[in-house]
């Protein structure tokens, strides 16, 4: 426990470091009894395996592990433990591993008991690859059939999974160096995990068309076993992974473009607290707020008419969000909705429409709920909302837009949200979540082609489910994934998070990117029941406020040479040309390069603005 362990993460509670576990050129770390970065001679082969259960609203549980040995050796390494999870209902899980580690192999066995029965959507194995380097590249996939073809990783974003029924996967690490991964006791699958934007491929268990949950019959143990093996035929010594040095460089890059505008979502729950900070929205002068509205919800003319206020304080631009009931005819319920709005003397610049259902997700193998089509829905929309610019795609996550495209011919502007705590919500993960949003920008492009673009809102925290019933709670303020609140949202975290973010979707031309809300679990400010040590401001407040006021500024690329740590770009506007640079890393970081008049240090999660070199 650090002294600053609250101002970086918005809470006093830090994760427990990794246990480095060595065997040979072979390395990976140990954590929560599964094993991430997992490095051959330095170089990221996998990004993790883990065993994993899952509960009926896919929340992953946080098994107790007892008996836990490690033996380390030179060529060699050896692990053991018991994982033990508790169901709602009192039944329970037991599950035990062995890891082995060797030079040029590792195998992470695990056998799980229940002597109850246990109720779960998945339990068993995943296996990420990274996508950096990955994405694109050649791969050989064995089937369960014996069958072996060769093929490639997804480039841009596959909506459904790339490769079923599989064995085994093998990629070329480096020129003489493969490893192949094999999966034994079920079928595997592979999903393209950048579309809830995790920076991985995942190979995992079971296959999602069959049903879901399921039960692990009482006293029947399920066995599984996943092994990763290096084939090295290289005649050198050692392989030509990135140089390590103590100072990033950054360096001028030829992309330019203009900064987007900046949103603040507000919701019918927090409209009231939104007008009473007016004077902090004037402050930050976001171009776009975003207003929320579910009819299924009970959200009325009443709802528009606190947003018409807000609208009354507010220069720039406004869009209403509706989660469209779909019970009725579009035309009639987008009509009544038009009429509350006139009714409220409520007109905003943009409408954002989308089915209610479509927020929930449609997993392969499942039916697709009754809905009309979207061409009617935007249909009705341009007869509701006569000389308003409509959009379209999803009001959740790029998942569903890329299993459910919308219909470009019908919409004058795409969006969709992110989430970065899907799968996986400790701190590494949340940050790598950035390295998959140029791929997510990219892919949208590929489908939708210069027609303007929208992103958000995407904030740390979870503000809707599209996978389970449910998002999380967490009263606790724990690391959890899917959590309605999240404590990093607090913290120097979300401040450098949501600057990465901006800077990894800037060559994606947005009009507009929205990373939160003005108050309540996603806002810049904290109510009086809610923890800040910085006088009712986040730090995340600095970064939306500078966003919004770059808004239509000419922009630079500027390559950092270790964009996982440092990110940085070149904003010119009337004030002159500055260099913003972010560290993503909990630690110091020391930063140079052409691009920077003199080296610095910057501090963890830090954010600065630094003059650009003569």
Not at 499 to 521: M, N, Q, W
Request: glycine share 8%; hydrophobic share 40%; proline share 7%.
């Amino acid at each position: 426990m650090t002294a600053d362990a609250f101002q970086l993460y918005g809470t006093h509670a830090v994760e427990t470091p990794p246990v480095r576990l060595t065997s040979g050129k072979l390395t990976a770390d140990l954590a929560d009894g599964n094993l991430r970065t997992i490095r051959y001679q330095g170089i990221e082969v996998l990004r993790a395996i883990s065993y994993l259960v899952r509960d009926r609203d896919w929340g992953t549980y946080s098994p107790e592990i007892a008996d836990l040995r490690i033996e380390q050796g030179d060529d060699r390494f050896d692990i053991a433990y018991r994982a033990r999870c508790e169901g709602p209902d009192g039944t329970k899980l037991v599950i035990d591993v062995r890891i082995r580690g060797y030079p040029d192999r590792l195998d992470f066995e695990a056998e799980a008991v229940s002597e109850t029965g246990f109720e779960t959507n998945r339990c068993g194995f995943c296996i990420l690859h990274p996508i950096v380097g990955v994405a694109g590249s050649a791969a050989r996939v064995e089937y369960v059939d014996g069958r072996i073809v060769e093929t490639r990783f997804p480039d841009v974003i596959e909506p459904w999974q790339p490769f079923k029924d599989m064995r085994a996967i093998s990629h070329e690490v480096v020129p003489d160096v493969t490893a192949e991964c094999r999966m034994e006791g079920d079928t595997f699958e592979m999903e393209d995990q950048r579309n809830w934007s995790d920076a991985s491929y995942k190979t995992y268990v079971r296959p999602l068309a069959l049903p879901w949950p399921y039960k692990i019959p009482a006293n029947q143990p399920v066995r599984q076993k996943t092994s990763l093996v290096i084939r090295d035929t290289s005649r050198s010594a050692a392989l030509s992974a990135a140089t390590s040095s103590s100072v990033i460089r950054l360096e001028l890059g030829t992309q330019t473009g203009s900064m987007p505008g900046i949103g603040v979502v507000v919701t019918p729950e927090q409209a009231d607290a939104t007008l009473s900070a007016r004077s902090l929205l004037s402050e930050i002068a976001p171009r776009e707020l975003l207003f929320h509205f579910d009819p299924n919800a009970g959200h009325g003319a009443e709802t528009l008419q606190k947003f018409a206020a807000i609208t009354a304080a507010h220069s720039g631009r406004t869009t209403l969000e509706i989660a469209l009931a779909c019970k009725s005819s579009p035309s009639s319920e987008a009509a009544e909705i038009a009429r509350q709005m006139q009714r409220a003397d409520f007109r905003p610049d943009s409408i954002l429409i989308s089915p209610s259902v479509d927020r929930q997700s449609t997993p392969p193998g499942s039916k697709w709920p009754d809905c009309p089509p979207l061409e009617e829905i935007y249909a009705a929309a341009r007869a509701a909302f006569p000389g308003i610019r409509i959009g379209g795609g999803m009001l959740s996550y790029f998942t569903e837009l890329n299993r459910k495209r919308a219909p470009a011919g019908g919409i004058d502007f795409v969006s969709h949200c992110t989430n970065p705590i899907v799968h996986a919500a400790d701190d590494l993960s949340v940050m790598q979540t950035l390295e998959a949003l140029p791929f997510i920008t990219r892919s949208v492009r590929a489908i939708y082609g210069d027609k303007p673009y929208r992103i958000g809102p995407s904030t740390i925290p979870m503000r809707q489910n599209p996978y389970g019933s449910r998002t999380m709670d967490n009263p606790s303020g724990g690391r959890i994934p899917m959590a309605n609140r999240d404590p990093r949202h607090n913290g120097c975290f979300a401040e450098a998070f949501a600057l990465g973010y901006a800077i990894r979707v800037l060559d994606a031309g947005l009009e507009c990117l929205t990373l939160s809300a003005l108050t309540g679990p996603f806002g810049l400010i904290a109510g009086p029941d809610e923890p800040t040590e910085r006088g009712g401001r986040r730090p995340l407040f600095n970064t939306v406020q500078t966003l919004s006021a770059l808004a239509g500024a000419s922009w630079q690329e500027c390559v950092s040479s270790s964009p996982s740590q440092v990110l940085s770009f070149v904003a010119r506007d009337a004030g002159g040309a500055r260099i913003y640079v972010v560290n993503l890393t909990g630690e110091e970081r020391r930063v140079g390069g052409d691009a920077l008049a003199k080296e610095v240090r910057l501090a963890p999660f830090a954010t600065a603005v630094l003059p650009l070199a003569d």
